[in-house]
């Protein structure tokens, strides 16, 4: 018999009721996983049933009365709910797809903004738009709301002339200044080294010649602002050569004046159908500040593509995931339907916080506030559905990577390519036959070896359909066709996103629509497993303690260390992370002559490649 001494008893009977508690705390832990995955699958079902709660309630409030909805409603449901061949041909009889324009209402004066959501309805369920497109565009007229100016620059003094309406008008360019006007229609202004276009002028063309290589470009500004943009419309002459420069400023007139709302959606729909949009950017960029209310970020993303935009329409949003614009036309639910639809395709946590908010903030009955026009909006936006085969329209409207094309920006295909009959979720993007692309090598990308995979979304090159641009990682080449699955760029209804890598940065689909998870519920189970280790640790503090003791095999004896004052380093004062607009550039200054100095290095820059090219 051994006999222990009473220190050795104490000692183990600790470590039985230590090991009672950790058995304890692994059964709350590995329940609480249990639960927590239990309800991860919950909420997900919640959200499958919430979206097609909010189709169902849509459906009902649309079949047997699209005929009694605004034109603006019936579009938007068109967009919506095409997947459905019955609400389809009702809506498509209801909105007269035979008509060249469209009022909001029926009967009413044909409106920019309906004409063209409707042009946008027909053209995604592959209808011939031809019609339409042609009252569309006539309506787009020349804007003279902005101010022109022309710079013509050179890397040394020069002798230069202005050629328009017959006319040939010389000066002299000495420091960049022009000695002196050049007709009536190009008046020297900031001291010399820009010219000011008459408004008068605008649809002139100008011939520009100088005696040693030069760069000119076209600028442009809103009335009265300090902000001035540069135009694209910029080219380098040769010395004793001549470029030939028109500005090109367009809007979409309405009621005799420009209106911005119907210019906005004339450009999705037009962009969606191919056309070069570059005349009309100057007047939606320059005017976008005067016209917040309606989300003019979201558009100029889609219709640009460019981070800067992005940035800002990111910034817009609330910390609860929705959009609303200043002093917004109409509410929370249709600026949000907005904003998903320009992030629509993009693997971005602020696309599923959006997508999050609206499922959590659908009403009972399954719509957004009861609305056809914001329900609709939102399903076409962050869970659209294929349209149903067209019976004789000209294409099946199948989807477009299905058939073997590309979606791509309408920018990289050319007009004989374009496939307008096949289906592409990304408003911007069009079905493409023949694409011409880079290399990947050209792309600065690479392809990624066997068993590695791209850190983010995939590039369509030239040689490969998957160069990777931002580095490869190790992983599957392609789990999601592996396990039987289909790589889509959306989910057809009926499918749900699976959690397997598709190597062309599309995502894995199978059976039934999905929301993603937000990843809120393993934060919760996270929180909660750190409440019971601590509450644990509270209980048994005294005994952990001595636990931890007996395992040093010692007590450490002294007097108790003195307290110390943390230290703090003063943190760098926060920095300011709002982007110039596309095209932005501060007001040009130059530290010469009093009254115009210039600041703005990148216009500088741009003007001196330009001018190397001339050589």
Same mark, same amino acid.
């Given at each position: 018999?051994?006999?222990? $001494?009473?220190?050795? #008893?104490?000692?183990?009977?600790?470590?039985?009721?230590?090991?009672?508690?950790?058995?304890?705390?692994?059964?709350?832990?590995?329940?609480?996983?249990?639960?927590?995955g239990?309800?991860?699958?919950?909420?997900?079902?919640?959200?499958?049933?919430?979206?097609?709660?909010?189709?169902?309630?849509?459906?009902?409030?649309?079949?047997?009365?699209?005929?009694?909805l605004?034109?603006?409603?019936?579009?938007f449901?068109?967009?919506?709910?095409?997947y459905d !061949?019955?609400?389809?041909?009702?809506?498509?009889? %209801?909105?007269?797809?035979?008509?060249?324009?469209?009022?909001?209402t029926? +009967?009413?004066?044909?409106k920019?903004?309906?004409?063209?959501?409707?042009?946008?309805?027909? *053209?995604n369920?592959?209808?011939?738009?031809?019609?339409?497109e042609?009252?569309?565009?006539?309506?787009?007229?020349?804007?003279?709301?902005?101010?022109?100016?022309?710079?013509?620059?050179?890397?040394?003094?020069?002798s230069?002339?202005?050629?328009?309406?017959?006319?040939? =008008?010389?000066?002299?360019?000495?420091n960049?200044?022009?000695?002196?006007?050049?007709?009536?229609?190009?008046?020297?202004?900031?001291?010399g080294?820009? #010219?000011?276009?008459?408004?008068?002028?605008?649809?002139?063309?100008?011939?520009?010649?100088?005696?040693? @290589?030069?760069?000119?470009?076209f600028?442009?500004?809103?009335?009265?602002s300090?902000?001035?943009?540069?135009?694209?419309?910029?080219?380098?002459?040769?010395?004793?050569?001549?470029?030939?420069?028109?500005i090109?400023?367009?809007?979409?007139?309405?009621?005799?004046?420009?209106? =911005?709302?119907?210019?906005?959606?004339?450009?999705?729909?037009?962009?969606?159908?191919?056309?070069?949009?570059?005349p009309?950017i100057?007047?939606?960029?320059?005017?976008?500040?005067?016209? !917040?209310?309606y989300?003019?970020?979201?558009f100029?993303?889609?219709?640009?593509?460019?981070d800067?935009?992005?940035t800002k329409?990111?910034?817009?949003?609330?910390?609860?995931?929705?959009?609303?614009?200043?002093?917004?036309?109409?509410?929370?639910f249709?600026?949000?339907g907005?904003?998903?639809?320009?992030?629509?395709?993009? *693997?971005s $946590?602020?696309?599923?916080?959006a997508?999050?908010?609206?499922?959590?903030?659908?009403?009972?009955d399954?719509?957004?506030?009861?609305?056809?026009?914001?329900?609709?909006?939102?399903?076409?936006?962050?869970?659209?559905?294929?349209?149903?085969n067209?019976p004789?329209?000209?294409g099946? *409207?199948?989807?477009?990577?299905?058939?073997?094309?590309?979606?791509?920006?309408?920018s990289e295909?050319?007009? +004989?390519?374009?496939?307008?009959?096949?289906?592409?979720?990304?408003i911007s *993007?069009?079905c493409?036959?023949?694409?011409?692309?880079?290399?990947?090598?050209?792309?600065?990308?690479?392809?990624?070896?066997?068993?590695?995979?791209?850190?983010?979304?995939?590039?369509i090159?030239?040689?490969t359909?998957?160069?990777?641009?931002?580095?490869?990682?190790a992983?599957? !080449?392609?789990?999601?066709?592996?396990?039987?699955?289909?790589?889509?760029?959306?989910?057809?209804?009926?499918?749900?996103?699976?959690? =397997?890598?598709?190597?062309?940065?599309?995502?894995?689909c199978?059976e039934?629509?999905?929301?993603?998870?937000s990843?809120?519920?393993?934060?919760?189970?996270?929180?909660?497993?750190?409440?019971?280790?601590?509450?644990?640790?509270?209980?048994y503090?005294?005994?952990?303690?001595?636990?931890?003791?007996?395992?040093?095999?010692?007590?450490?004896?002294?007097? %108790?260390?003195?307290?110390?004052? @943390?230290?703090?380093?003063?943190?760098? @004062?926060?920095?300011? +992370?709002? @982007?110039?607009?596309? #095209?932005?550039?501060?007001?040009?200054?130059?530290p010469?002559?009093k009254?115009? +100095?210039?600041?703005?290095?990148?216009?500088e820059?741009?003007?001196?490649?330009?001018?190397?090219?001339?050589?």
């Amino acid at each position: 018999m051994i006999l222990l $001494e009473r220190k050795d #008893f104490k000692y183990l009977l600790l470590v039985r009721e230590m090991k009672k508690s950790l058995v304890i705390l692994f059964a709350i832990v590995f329940s609480m996983a249990y639960i927590g995955g239990v309800l991860a699958d919950s909420n997900d079902t919640a959200s499958i049933d919430k979206v097609e709660k909010a189709y169902s309630c849509l459906e009902g409030k649309v079949k047997g009365n699209c005929g009694d909805l605004n034109v603006e409603e019936q579009a938007f449901s068109l967009l919506a709910l095409s997947y459905d !061949e019955n609400i389809q041909a009702e809506c498509r009889k %209801a909105i007269d797809t035979d008509r060249e324009c469209w009022g909001t209402t029926s +009967t009413g004066t044909c409106k920019i903004r309906s004409t063209a959501l409707s042009l946008l309805a027909m *053209n995604n369920l592959g209808l011939n738009t031809e019609k339409q497109e042609k009252w569309l565009l006539k309506q787009n007229k020349t804007d003279t709301s902005l101010e022109w100016y022309l710079e013509i620059d050179t890397n040394e003094d020069s002798s230069c002339s202005v050629s328009y309406d017959g006319n040939t =008008y010389g000066f002299n360019l000495m420091n960049g200044k022009a000695s002196n006007n050049a007709g009536s229609c190009l008046i020297s202004s900031q001291n010399g080294f820009w #010219f000011r276009v008459t408004s008068s002028c605008y649809e002139k063309q100008y011939t520009v010649t100088c005696n040693k @290589p030069f760069a000119s470009a076209f600028l442009y500004k809103k009335t009265n602002s300090e902000t001035v943009y540069v135009s694209s419309q910029t080219s380098a002459g040769s010395a004793d050569g001549s470029v030939d420069m028109r500005i090109n400023s367009e809007c979409f007139i309405e009621d005799s004046k420009c209106s =911005y709302e119907g210019s906005l959606w004339a450009a999705l729909a037009l962009h969606k159908r191919g056309y070069d949009l570059s005349p009309l950017i100057p007047y939606l960029i320059a005017m976008s500040s005067d016209n !917040e209310k309606y989300l003019p970020n979201s558009f100029l993303y889609i219709l640009l593509t460019s981070d800067d935009y992005l940035t800002k329409l990111l910034q817009q949003q609330t910390p609860q995931g929705y959009w609303q614009a200043t002093d917004t036309k109409y509410n929370k639910f249709y600026d949000t339907g907005l904003g998903v639809l320009a992030l629509y395709g993009l *693997n971005s $946590e602020d696309l599923e916080k959006a997508r999050t908010y609206l499922i959590n903030a659908e009403s009972s009955d399954g719509c957004w506030q009861g609305s056809v026009r914001d329900t609709a909006l939102v399903l076409w936006a962050g869970w659209s559905r294929v349209p149903s085969n067209i019976p004789g329209s000209s294409g099946t *409207n199948e989807y477009c990577r299905d058939a073997g094309f590309d979606c791509v920006p309408s920018s990289e295909c050319q007009p +004989t390519d374009r496939l307008n009959n096949y289906y592409c979720s990304d408003i911007s *993007n069009i079905c493409c036959r023949n694409v011409a692309r880079k290399s990947c090598s050209e792309m600065n990308g690479e392809i990624c070896p066997s068993g590695k995979t791209c850190s983010a979304s995939t590039a369509i090159a030239s040689d490969t359909a998957y160069c990777c641009t931002e580095g490869c990682i190790a992983g599957a !080449e392609n789990e999601c066709l592996d396990s039987g699955y289909s790589c889509r760029n959306v989910c057809y209804k009926d499918e749900e996103e699976k959690n =397997y890598y598709c190597s062309g940065g599309d995502i894995c689909c199978g059976e039934a629509a999905v929301v993603k998870k937000s990843g809120s519920l393993g934060w919760i189970v996270f929180f909660l497993i750190i409440l019971v280790l601590v509450v644990l640790g509270i209980i048994y503090r005294e005994k952990v303690k001595l636990w931890i003791f007996k395992i040093k095999g010692k007590f450490k004896k002294g007097p %108790a260390p003195r307290p110390t004052r @943390p230290s703090f380093r003063p943190g760098s @004062p926060p920095t300011s +992370t709002s @982007p110039l607009g596309f #095209f932005k550039r501060a007001m040009p200054q130059r530290p010469a002559p009093k009254g115009r +100095t210039r600041t703005d290095i990148e216009l500088e820059e741009t003007m001196k490649k330009l001018r190397d090219m001339g050589k």
